[in-house]
C-alpha cells in the first residue's frame, strides 16, 4: 500500500485512483481463492489452506549399513537421503514429527511452506511411540497447525493428509478412516499400538504430517503404511500424540525446572484442563494451587490442552513469577506460580571413589561423562561435558541454582570435556579458590548459562 499511495500521488488525480483501481483489481484476480464459488471452496480447501504454512518438510542424511553377505565382511555404512514431515504446535519453532523420521540423521534440515530453510535440533524423542520433538530458531513467531481431537473420531469421516509425501512438498490427498484401534506390527523392534487406519494415500515422505477433518483440525500424526498394499495409511490419534509430546516438552526434562502441576483433561474433548494433582512443597503448592483447579491461563498463554502447561513454562528462568489463572468453585481466582529449579534428590546418591569424594568437596557435585554426541545433538559445537548426577545441599553450586541433569562445560579457563580435564581442575583448584570465585558453564536443555563457582562458599545465582 505505501508504494501505491506513492504512485497515486504522483500522477493526476482521476488518473492516479484509476491506476490504483486497476492494480486493486489485477491482484485480487491474482489470488488463488478470490473467484472462487461456494462450491469450489469446499472443507478440504479450507482446511488445507489454514493449516498448510505450519506443515514443515524435514530432509537429512543417515547412514545405513546394508546385511551382512555370507562369503563378505560387513559392509561399510553408506549414506540415504532421508524425508518426512513435521507439525509446528509452538510458534517459537517447537516441531513434532516421527522419531523414525529423524533418528540417526546427522543434520535435520527444515523447510516451511515459504521456502525458508533451517537446520533443527532434536529437543526430544521417544523410540517406542515413534514420536519426537525438533526445534528450529526463526527471526518470527511461526502459525502452529490447528489442534483437534481424537477421542470423538467416526469411521466413514472424512480426513484429509498434509505431507512431503515422495519429496513432492505439501501434497494434499484426501480420503476417509477406514478403521479405528488398528495395532500395525511394522517389524521386529517397532509395534504401533491403537492406530487410525485411512484410506488418503500416505506415502513415503508423510510420516509426521497432520491428518485433518473436515474442521481443519488435527486429529492425528501419520506415521505409517502398510507395504504392497493400496488404500490403507495409519496415523497416531493426535490424543495420544499430543500427550507424548507433553512428556517430550516437559520443563522437568529440558531445562530441568519443576512446576509440580498435573494437568489432566475432563469431561471430553473440549474440556477444561483440570488440575489432577499437586505435588507436595512444590512451586504449585505454594503458589496455592489445589487439586480440581481448572486452569485457564498462565502468564499470557490460554490453557487448552496439558501440552500448554509445559508451553507456558518453557524459556522461564529460575525465579520467574506468572501468574495462573484458575476457576475454583465457580469463581475466578489469579494466583503466583514461582519457576523453581528441579529439586535434587542427593540421598539416594552418595560419593564413591577418590574423583567423586574430590568433585564433592570441591564442587558440590558428583560427575559423570557426556559424550559429544549429546551436545552436538542440541546444536552446541562441544566435545563434550560432565553431566551432574548429584548436588551437596548448601555447597556453592547448589545456591547457584545447578541441578541434576545440567551438563558442566567450563570451569574458569578450562573446558571440562572429561574427567581427566575436572582432575587437571582439581589439581590447580586451592590456587584458584584464592583468587576468589570463577566462572563456570553449564548446559541446560539447549541453552548455556554461567555463574560464579566460589569454592567452598555461596555464589552468585547462574544468569543465562
Known amino acids: 500500500m505505501p508504494i501505491l499511495r506513492v504512485l497515486a500521488y504522483r500522477q493526476p488525480f482521476g488518473r492516479g485512483l484509476w491506476q490504483v483501481a486497476a492494480a486493486a483489481a489485477a491482484l485480487a484476480a491474482s489470488l488463488p481463492w478470490a473467484a472462487a464459488s461456494e462450491n469450489r471452496e469446499t472443507p478440504i480447501v479450507k482446511a488445507v489452506r489454514s493449516n498448510a504454512p505450519a506443515v514443515v518438510n524435514i530432509q537429512g542424511q543417515k547412514p545405513v549399513v546394508e546385511p551382512a553377505v555370507a562369503g563378505r565382511g560387513p559392509s561399510a555404512p553408506r549414506e540415504v537421503n532421508g524425508m518426512g514431515t513435521g507439525v509446528v504446535i509452538d510458534p517459537r519453532g517447537y516441531i513434532l514429527t516421527n522419531n523414525h523420521v529423524v533418528d540417526g540423521v546427522r543434520q535435520i534440515n527444515v523447510t516451511l511452506q515459504g521456502g525458508q530453510a533451517y537446520v533443527a535440533q532434536l529437543v526430544a524423542h521417544d523410540p517406542e511411540t515413534d514420536l519426537a520433538v525438533i526445534r528450529i530458531r526463526t527471526p518470527q513467531a511461526l502459525p502452529t497447525i490447528q489442534l483437534g481431537a481424537s477421542r470423538d473420531l467416526m469411521t466413514g469421516e472424512t480426513v484429509v493428509a498434509v505431507g512431503n509425501a515422495y519429496g513432492y512438498e505439501h501434497t494434499v490427498t484426501s480420503g476417509i478412516i477406514s478403521a479405528l484401534h488398528r495395532n ?104 496455592g494451587l489445589r487439586q480440581g483447579d481448572e ?95 548429584a548436588v551437596r545441599p548448601g555447597s556453592s553450586a547448589a545456591t547457584q541454582g545447578v541441578v541434576k541433569g545440567d551438563i558442566l562445560v567450563q570451569i574458569h579457563r578450562w573446558y571440562t570435556t572429561n574427567e581427566g580435564d575436572v582432575r587437571f581442575v582439581l589439581s590447580k583448584a586451592e590456587s584458584v579458590a584464592k583468587t576468589g570465585p570463577v566462572r563456570f558453564d553449564i548446559i541446560r536443555g539447549n541453552e548455556r548459562y554461567f555463574g560464579q563457582l566460589a569454592l567452598g562458599s555461596a555464589g552468585d545465582t547462574a544468569r543465562r
Open 184 to 287: 500395525v506390527q511394522v517389524n521386529e523392534t517397532q509395534q504401533y499400538l491403537d492406530l487410525i487406519q485411512t484410506d488418503a494415500s500416505i506415502n513415503p515422505g508423510n510420516s509426521g504430517g497432520p491428518l485433518l477433518n473436515l474442521d481443519g483440525k488435527m486429529i492425528g500424526l501419520n506415521v505409517a503404511v502398510r507395504a504392497g498394499a493400496q488404500g490403507i495409511g495409519f496415523a497416531i490419534p493426535v490424543d495420544k500424540a499430543l500427550e507424548v509430546a507433553t512428556q517430550l516438552m516437559s520443563v522437568e526434562r529440558i531445562e530441568s525446572q519443576w512446576h509440580g502441576i498435573t494437568p489432566l483433561v475432563v469431561d471430553g474433548p473440549d474440556g477444561p484442563v483440570t488440575v489432577a494433582r499437586v505435588d507436595r512443597d512444590s512451586p504449585a503448592e505454594l503458589g
Open 295 to 389: 486452569l485457564r491461563q498462565i502468564g499470557s498463554l490460554e490453557i487448552e490442552r496439558p501440552l500448554d502447561v509445559e508451553r507456558a513454562l518453557l524459556g522461564r528462568r529460575v525465579g520467574d513469577r506468572l501468574a495462573v489463572v484458575v476457576d475454583r468453585d465457580g469463581a475466578q481466582l489469579t494466583l503466583d506460580l514461582v519457576v523453581a529449579a528441579k529439586p535434587s534428590r542427593t540421598r539416594d546418591v552418595q560419593p564413591s571413589g577418590d574423583f567423586q569424594l574430590a568433585t564433592w568437596d570441591a564442587f558440590g557435585l558428583l560427575l559423570e561423562a557426556e559424550p559429544a554426541a549429546t551436545l552436538r545433538n542440541r546444536g552446541l559445537p562441544l566435545e563434550g561435558g560432565m553431566r551432574v548426577i
